[in-house]
């Protein structure tokens, strides 16, 4: 019997899981650990509240999840109440599915006055993170500003620009939703320290922009390459860069109707955030690109006024005591996944935060073939019931995946009308309800 441990639930996790059970087929037992006790990681806490049908996809981890071989072991703190050498010995392959959640950092003078938040903090308050649930963001400004060209901002501006009633059918939790109800915002700047060809924005996810309530895209149409250019890009980008020209070419009249305006702010980097005890203004370069289409300043400048800023330029992994971390690139150091002897990492553990959720399928298959590759035979390790008997011991409280269907039933329950479930964000209100 082959015992394997993946740390991680969300999709590279359970992919990894459910490429196991093709592979080995009765032959394994596959561990999933995560520290919070609700599975599903990204799905749950960074694909948008109103991105519901991306989300339908933890329907196909829970086939996974409900094997007889795949278990899931929740509220165990990897480096806390387990070590990486404790899961080494039990286990005969360890695999660190831990994705990105920590915020690439936003590294200028002032990123850590109140008022800055990078997107993991945001992004987690919305969708009910336990460690975001007391972020309370001030809305009551007129003015944010979002740093970064990808989809993060755009969920974000998105989210910011919702009425509520835009929200029905979305599992955004009541704390934002009543915050972003009684938001005073009326313009949000995207800065993008490149240009519109340079954006790693999705069609689908730009194009929704335009069909927003109360909120209006603007595109300066002097920051758009010769309409000619286009034709060089990659389709997803020239969809995208289509969508740019669309919303520069949105008339004022219309504009008229909209209390917030999402304003694109191309060749403009953030050089400093200024403020006396919180944000009041952003410092912005104008930048252009070089011949490698790099972005570099020109040395102009202006401020913007706001009251807060909001950091989406990207993710890194947290990294694990001892175990060899890249930290240019926020990632684990490996080569094909293999980090050391019996220790691999998929997902964005591996390769860093780029992709979409389906990239991670093949991911999690090519780290259960390395792995079979490594081991043709197993080494009789004592895998669950060794981890079981270890947690005991430290008596914690472990999360089963049929406890996880208790506190999914209670979300459910608790859900206002019309929406699929009302997160609980605290862990012991999500412990409470699974027993
Ligand atoms: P991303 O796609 O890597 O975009 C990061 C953006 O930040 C880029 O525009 C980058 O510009 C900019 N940036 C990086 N460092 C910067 C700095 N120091 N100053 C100013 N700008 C900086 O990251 P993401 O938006 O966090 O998305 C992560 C992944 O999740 C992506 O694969 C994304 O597609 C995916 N995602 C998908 C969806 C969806 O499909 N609905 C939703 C959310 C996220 P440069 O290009 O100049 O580096």
Redesign the pocket.
């Given at each position: 019997m082959r015992h394997i441990a993946i740390i991680g639930s969300g999709p590279a996790g359970y992919y990894t899981a459910e490429a196991a059970q093709k592979k080995f087929r009765d032959d394994v037992r596959v561990d999933i650990i995560d520290r919070l006790p609700v599975p599903f990681g990204l799905i749950r806490f960074?694909?948008?509240p109103d991105?519901q049908s991306?989300k339908a996809v933890a329907g196909r981890y829970e086939k996974v999840a409900l094997s007889d071989n795949v278990r899931f072991v929740g509220n165990v703190t990897v480096g806390k109440d387990v070590s990486i050498d404790e899961l080494q010995t039990l286990y005969d392959a360890v695999i660190l599915a831990t994705g990105a959640p920590n915020d690439?950092p936003?590294?200028i003078a002032g990123a850590d006055l109140p008022g800055v938040f990078g997107?993991a903090a945001f992004v987690g308050w919305y969708n009910g993170h336990p460690d975001y649930a007391d972020l309370r963001p001030p809305l009551d400004g007129r003015h944010v500003v979002i740093?970064?060209?990808?989809?993060?901002?755009?969920?974000v501006a998105r989210i910011l620009s919702k009425t509520r009633a835009e929200f029905d059918g979305s599992d955004i939790v009541s704390h934002a939703l009543d915050g972003l109800d009684h938001s005073a915002v009326e313009d949000i700047t995207i800065?993008?320290?490149?240009g519109p060809h340079?954006?790693?924005m999705?069609p689908k996810?730009l194009g929704e922009l335009a069909h927003l309530q109360r909120a209006t895209p603007r595109v300066d149409k002097d920051d758009l390459p010769d309409i000619g250019e286009d034709a060089l890009l990659e389709p997803g980008i020239r969809k995208s860069v289509t969508h740019l020209r669309e919303f520069a070419a949105i008339p004022e009249a219309f504009r008229a109707d909209k209390v917030i305006s999402i304003n694109f702010d191309f060749f403009a980097?953030?050089v400093a955030i200024e403020g006396d005890g919180k944000v009041k203004r952003v410092r912005v370069e104008r930048m252009r690109l070089d011949d490698q289409y790099r972005?570099v300043g020109t040395g102009e400048s202006y401020t913007i006024d706001c009251s807060m800023v909001i950091s989406?330029?990207?993710?890194q992994t947290p990294p694990i005591d001892g175990v060899p971390y890249e930290h240019g690139r926020g990632r684990f150091a490996n080569l094909d996944g293999r980090i050391l002897p019996g220790l691999y990492c998929v997902g964005w553990a591996r390769r860093g935060?780029?992709?979409?959720i389906g990239t991670n399928r093949p991911d999690g298959y090519n780290i259960i073939d390395t792995v079979a590759e490594d081991m043709a035979i197993s080494a009789n390790k004592d895998g669950r019931a060794g981890l079981d008997a270890l947690l005991a011991l430290r008596k914690v409280d472990i999360v089963t995946f049929s406890d996880w269907k208790k506190i999914e039933e209670a979300e459910i329950a608790r859900a206002r009308d019309g929406a699929p479930r009302e997160k609980f964000v605290r862990i012991e209100d999500m412990i409470a309800a699974s027993h």
């Open positions: 960074g694909v948008a991105h991306i690439r936003l590294d997107s740093v970064g060209n990808g989809n993060v901002a755009l969920d800065l993008g320290r490149r340079q954006i790693a999705t996810e980097a953030p972005s989406c330029i990207g993710y935060p780029s992709g979409t």
